[in-house]
T-cell receptor, first 114, second 115 residues
Framework: GAGVSQSPSNKVTEKGKDVELRCDPI?????LYWYRQSLGQGLEFLIY????????KSGLPSDRFSAERTGGSVSTLTIQRTQQEDSAVYLC????????????FGAGTRLSVL | AQSVTQLGSHVSVSEGALVLLRCNYS??????LFWYVQYPNQGLQLLLK??????LVKGINGFEAEFKKSETSFHLTKPSAHMSDAAEYFC?????????????FGKGTLLTVNP
């Protein structure tokens, strides 16, 4: 079946612009996660959704970052007023549930802020 | 709090040689442990996981890892490297308790396989 799909695969934007990154999880997966992968920081947890609610947003680096999930499926990560330090690969994952359930990852969106 | 340390950001082996990628973790509760592999421009793919059953875990592509509580280690091994194993490998930990959805990753180890 289809895996986790992320779009766009690459995004180049100018400093100060807003960007939206999209994630389509595996059908039936109730849990969805966003991670950020950058050269300096490695892989960092950003946010976790169970259904449409986000019980843990603790990894969002600033209030410029927000995410939502609608219909228990597609999720959008929005970064407002982008800064150069936001340049990274943003990875989405989904799983059947939490804990020991396997998180399946998408290929990511590579964001470059000029 | 939990953390993962991967010793060696870059490991180079010859084709057919043993692969050993090191991972040490810290966790205040019994952990779940994972190894993921990432090929260029792709997402992470699970190799294997430990969730408190057998301490020797076998994964895909001939990899295995052993959970050693006394050493807080979960090293990844493969007896004979193939060229196709060249990739970046990430060790990750999550709690078996409360925040068990959150994966904490090591910095990764880039494996190079020489012909």
């Amino acid at each position: 079946g289809a895996g986790v799909s992320q779009s766009p695969s690459n995004k180049v934007t100018e400093k100060g612009k807003d960007v939206e990154l999209r994630c389509d999880p595996i059908s039936g997966h109730t849990a969805l996660y966003w991670y950020r992968q950058s050269l300096g920081q490695g892989l960092e947890f950003l946010i976790y959704f169970q259904g449409n609610s986000a019980p843990d947003k603790s990894g969002l680096p600033s209030d410029r970052f927000s995410a939502e999930r609608t219909g228990g499926s597609v999720s959008t990560l929005t970064i407002q007023r982008t800064q150069q330090e936001d340049s990274a690969v943003y990875l989405c994952a989904s799983s059947l549930g939490q804990g020991k359930n396997i998180q399946y990852f998408g290929a990511g969106t590579r964001l470059s802020v000029l | 709090a939990q953390s993962v340390t991967q010793l060696g950001s870059h490991v180079s082996v010859s084709e057919g040689a043993l692969v050993l990628l090191r991972c040490n973790y810290s966790s205040s509760v019994p952990p779940y442990l994972f190894w993921y592999v990432q090929y260029p421009n792709q997402g992470l793919q699970l190799l294997l996981k430990y969730t408190s059953a057998a301490t020797l875990v076998k994964g895909i592509n001939g990899f295995e890892a052993e959970f050693k509580k006394s050493e807080t280690s979960f090293h990844l091994t493969k007896p004979s490297a193939h060229m196709s194993d060249a990739a970046e490998y990430f060790c990750a930990v999550s709690n078996s308790g409360g925040s068990n959805y959150k994966l904490t990753f090591g910095k990764g180890t880039l494996l190079t396989v020489n012909p």
